[in-house]
């Protein structure tokens, strides 16, 4: 459930058609590295995202023994 919460949480990022068509390869260079609260959540989601499929796993070989 935390991982849903931190997934929503996440700020939104908007692409227009012209994107999506071109491929973004005009923002290509204009990204930036996210900061502050966008950049908390992400590695909080990665966190998050890595310790459920590490008790997803663990909760496979549990069973299966």
């Known amino acids: 459930m935390l991982i849903i919460i931190a997934v929503m949480m996440q700020?939104?990022?908007?692409?227009?058609?012209?994107?999506?068509?071109?491929?973004?390869?005009?923002?290509?260079?204009?990204?930036?590295k996210p900061r502050g609260f966008?950049?908390?959540?992400?590695?909080?989601?990665?966190?998050?995202?890595?310790i459920f499929f590490v008790l997803a796993f663990a909760l496979v070989y549990i069973s299966s023994n």
């Open 11 to 32: 700020p939104a990022k908007t692409d227009n058609a012209s994107s999506a068509l071109s491929g973004g390869a005009a923002d290509l260079f204009s990204k930036q």
């Open 38 to 50: 966008e950049a908390f959540m992400q590695k909080v989601t990665a966190v998050l995202g890595v």
